[in-house]
């Protein structure tokens, strides 16, 4: 089993930015493709980035541009770059693991982290 533990969400003015992280432990990190999903209040949880073991990305329209997905193998570690952040990006996020070739389902994800809070205020 693998488990997640997101950091470094918080409150941010729109036009800032946050980088958000995400400690993997318990089955080798570099076997699974990696991805960022985020839930606004009263919406369906969506897709917002992933990183295949390839470290190919693929991004969201909705954040291509301004989010920038990475991986550090050594140290377990999935980051969330995340530039012009606006109101509308104001949600939980989750990081997610899949050992599926992709990862912008959640159907296709097989370890959730708990979340941690964005706030961008206008």
């Known amino acids: 089993q693998v488990q997640l533990v997101e950091s470094g969400g918080g409150l941010v003015q729109a036009g800032g930015s946050l980088r958000l992280s995400c400690a993997a432990s318990?089955?080798?990190?570099?076997?699974?493709?990696m991805a960022w999903f985020r839930q606004a209040p009263g919406k369906e949880r969506e897709f917002v980035a992933t990183?295949?073991?390839?470290?190919?990305?693929f991004y969201a329209d909705s954040v291509k541009g301004r989010f920038a997905i990475s991986r550090d193998n050594a140290k377990n570690t999935v980051y969330l770059q995340m530039n012009s952040l606006r109101p509308e990006d104001t949600a939980v996020y989750f990081c997610?693991?899949?050992?599926?070739?992709?990862?912008?389902?959640?159907?296709?994800?097989?370890?959730w982290g708990q979340g941690t809070q964005v706030t961008v205020s206008s």
């Open positions: 990183i295949r073991r390839t470290s190919v990305t």
């Open positions: 318990g089955r080798t990190f570099s076997n699974y493709a």
């Open positions: 997610a693991a899949a050992s599926a070739l992709v990862a912008t389902s959640s159907r296709s994800v097989d370890y």
